[in-house]
């Protein structure tokens, strides 16, 4: 096990790569340039500085004579002691023209570490510009499948950037002499030879090459140090780590990544007894496994020979599965986004599973989509796949995004057994609606729901205002006068919107007015439907085709006000949590997922998880916020309580915040700023009770008595991290007709998505399309009919 060395700088760049060191002469001595010795002085002081702060200070010798010289302002003894060093010496002609030539310093780099290179730079300009340095052997690697362990681009193994952090400084200093640092890193030992190339900005390189300069680099290999990682249970495992040194650089070093490692993330995912190459030296360690596990921080060191070991053991915070709840998250891609920059094929199987348990899920749903629809749909089969493990489950389904439908909502179909629509060929030949797609998908026992459901639910006041003023305003002054207003959908009371308090509404108080109620949940305001997210949601429901709304990936406000309406209406629509990894966060997966109660079991199914899920038997969270237990008059999720008249009900709950959120909060909401959690039970949308929780790592106890006057549905939240799937109740048997006014923002948003996307829809579907989605408008006008006056 290596061990903490505290007292040391930490994370050392490169220890034992002698940059000062005298090696063989690379190229001739360099030329002394008569200059004022005070300003070079302290650049070279500096430089010392900066060298100690990487981790490569001078030998005491020769820090000894820097000092001296530089006491001395004797600009040439400072060049005697430095230029022995220089690899690359770099002149700028008056005419701002960079050339280059080889120094006599020793070229040595450490394999994944980043050593300091020394520069002499003779600026004839005087020019304050960022001196910039490239290579065609720099760059990520471009990569597309992972192909055993070569990368698909050999060439490209460095890493180089001219160091300008303090204390050195990020421009040249205008002077006519100074010293400077570039950052080398290379991803292969042995000898490597690459072209650095010297610039001030575009169109300064000298002709005839002379910008460039061929080094031939001796690079020592990395250290292979082996993982140990041990879960809380004692038993081996898979976890997350991050290594970082002193200037917070991550190794190895991202932009030269292949599978299973990210060229996007910080952190890297190993399996108990796996590797990780390294260099020598000290370096930070962050390790951990999702949010349900602390994330613990130590400094390692590497040594530069024998076969070096790390041992973590990792500390759980929460157990949800000790209550029978087990973690999923629907929506992750195996290629696309930000995978390599060939989206088309993406990475394996292997790949995923690694990030999926690294991050303590249970399930994890590779998505193939139209990008890489061809390529990985080979890996498609209807049963979970063979890498799977008893209680890490990867499934590979669809979502139908990049081709078919998706301009009416990128659909998610999971637990599918046939992956290929009816007539098609690839990605042609599917709907361009969703409701056949669900009728598909819904057919062969797969369950469905739409994907970062915000997208197109967002509301603009200025084009809900016009709608407003389009569709109410009678007389056409521009204006809406209260009988005009009570016609249809207000989403404010008209009196208070009244600003200048004329008894009109005109569209600047529209506008102002829907744009605060936005901010309410729920709210009454017609959004655009013009997006990906959950469009035609609102004709697959009624016709009960859906069963869940993605949510946890985008404005969460957005997300619960779409379901809350649904709900409303009688509808048993479910929330579930999903990523969309590595699209709309390329983080982590499992930064939003659903826990979905099985109870005890033996070994994860994933038709029964899945099943769970679009029962809703589950809550969704970010994973440092949970609802263990959560029961109304005794049901619990996913439940129904029959009631045979009004009256009250007692509902109990357990539920658990973390004290620190370290891997934050998942997208859409804000990380909180307070040390407790407000707990709400919502009733029908609305708020009907709430207390305050510590957010201390411990379960706490929660009830709450709520009398109830008519069926409804009631769940649990705490905003924006969690919120449970309700329990239903029904009293006399009723249906849910909570709100007369849910219906009706349900018909006007039938009637914006047909607006905003119905060309979308192919010809020959439109007409059977229009007669769908006008079927849908009459079931939600009988709802409106059913509900209370003034719900």
Request: glycine share 10%; aromatic share 8%; proline share 7%.
């Amino acid at each position: 096990m290596l061990k903490a060395v505290p007292g040391l700088l930490a994370l050392l760049l490169s220890p034992g790569v002698p940059l000062a060191h005298a090696c063989r002469q690379a190229g001739p001595e360099l030329t002394v340039v008569e200059v004022e010795g005070q300003p070079l002085a302290e650049n070279a002081r500096r430089l010392a500085q900066a060298l100690e702060y990487l981790g490569t200070p001078l030998p005491p010798d020769v820090a000894r004579a820097l000092e001296t010289a530089c006491a001395a302002r004797d600009a040439r003894a400072i060049q005697r002691v430095l230029d022995p060093r220089v690899v690359v010496a770099i002149a700028i002609s008056p005419e701002e023209r960079v050339k280059a030539r080889r120094g006599p310093g020793a070229a040595e780099l450490q394999q994944t570490g980043y050593v300091p290179v020394l520069l002499k730079i003779h600026n004839e300009s005087t020019v304050t510009k960022a001196l910039r340095v490239t290579s065609p052997q720099a760059g990520p690697i471009v990569s597309g499948r992972r192909t055993g362990e070569e990368p698909a681009d050999p060439t490209r193994f460095l890493d180089v950037e001219v160091f300008g952090d303090a204390p050195m400084t990020p421009h040249l200093s205008g002077l006519e002499l100074e010293y400077a640092l570039a950052l080398v890193a290379s991803s292969e030992a042995g000898r490597r030879e690459a072209t650095l190339v010297f610039d001030i900005g575009q169109g300064t390189q000298d002709l005839g090459f002379r910008a460039e300069v061929p080094v031939l680099f001796e690079v020592r290999p990395a250290v292979e140090v082996r993982l140990e990682v041990l879960d809380a249970d004692g038993e081996p495992t898979v976890g997350r780590f991050t290594f970082r040194d002193a200037l917070g650089r991550v190794y190895p070093p991202r932009a030269k990544r292949l599978a299973p490692d990210f060229f996007f993330q910080d952190q890297i995912y190993r399996a108990d007894g796996s590797s990780v190459r390294l260099p020598p030296g000290e370096l930070v360690m962050e390790y951990g496994r999702g949010p349900e596990y602390a994330l613990r921080t130590r400094t390692v060191t590497v040594p530069s020979g024998g076969e070096p070991v790390i041992r973590v053991e990792l500390e759980r915070w929460i157990d949800p599965r000790a209550r029978g709840f087990y973690s999923g998250d629907h929506h992750i891609h195996a290629a696309g986004c930000a995978h390599y920059s060939e989206p088309t094929e993406g990475v394996l199987a292997e790949d995923m599973f690694l990030h999926v348990k690294g991050e303590g899920l249970h399930v994890g749903c590779l998505l193939t989509w139209g990008p890489c629809f061809r390529f990985q749909s080979q890996f498609f089969t209807p049963e979970s796949h063979p890498i799977s493990e008893p209680f890490t489950v990867l499934k590979y389904d669809l979502e139908i995004s990049g081709f078919g439908s998706q301009a009416l909502g990128h659909a998610c179909l999971l637990n599918l057994t046939d992956q290929v629509y009816p007539g098609s060929e690839g990605t042609e030949g599917w709907p361009t609606w969703t409701t056949p797609l669900f009728r598909w998908a819904r057919a062969q026992g797969a369950f469905t729901g739409y994907a970062h459901s915000a997208s197109g639910l967002q509301v603009v006041p200025q084009n809900a205002a016009r709608r407003l003023l389009t569709a109410l305003d009678g007389n056409a002054d521009e204006r809406l006068s209260p009988a005009e207003a009570a016609a249809g959908l207000l989403p404010f009371e008209f009196r208070a919107g009244d600003h200048n308090q004329d008894g009109l509404l005109g569209p600047g108080e529209l506008a102002h007015n829907i744009e605060q109620a936005t901010r309410e949940l729920p709210n009454l305001c017609i959004p655009e439907l013009n997006g990906i997210g959950a469009q035609e949601i609102f004709v697959t429901v009624p016709q009960g085709l859906c069963d869940f709304i993605g949510g946890m990936n985008t404005q969460r406000l957005a997300e619960w006000n779409c379901w809350y309406h649904l709900m409303n209406c009688g509808f048993p629509l479910k929330i579930s949590g999903e990523t969309d990894f590595p699209c709309i966060s390329g983080s982590r997966v499992g930064e939003g997922r659903v826990y979905v109660q099985l109870g005890a079991v033996e070994a994860l199914r994933f038709p029964a998880w899945a099943r769970g899920l679009a029962e809703g038997r589950s809550y969704v969270s970010d994973g440092y916020a949970h609802a263990l237990a959560f029961t109304v008059g005794g049901k619990a999720l996913g439940d129904t309580l029959e009631l045979a008249q009004p009256g009250p009900v007692a509902v109990r709950a357990e539920v658990a915040f973390a004290r620190e959120l370290p891997l934050g909060t998942a997208t859409g909401g804000e990380l909180p700023d307070s040390d407790v959690r407000r707990v709400e039970l919502v009733v029908n949308g609305r708020v009907a009770a709430a207390q305050e929780v510590p957010a201390d790592g411990r379960v706490h106890a929660l009830a709450f008595e709520v009398t109830l006057a008519r069926s409804s549905w009631v769940a649990l939240r705490s905003y924006p991290q969690l919120h449970t799937n309700p329990v239903t109740v029904r009293v006399a048997g009723q249906p849910i007709r909570a709100s007369r006014k849910s219906a009706l923002w349900a018909i006007g948003c039938v009637e914006q998505l047909w607006a905003a996307r119905g060309e979308s829809i192919a010809e020959s579907e439109r007409a059977e399309a229009e007669r769908t989605f006008r079927a849908q408008v009459e079931v939600y006008r009988r709802i409106a009919a059913e509900a209370e006056e003034g719900s």
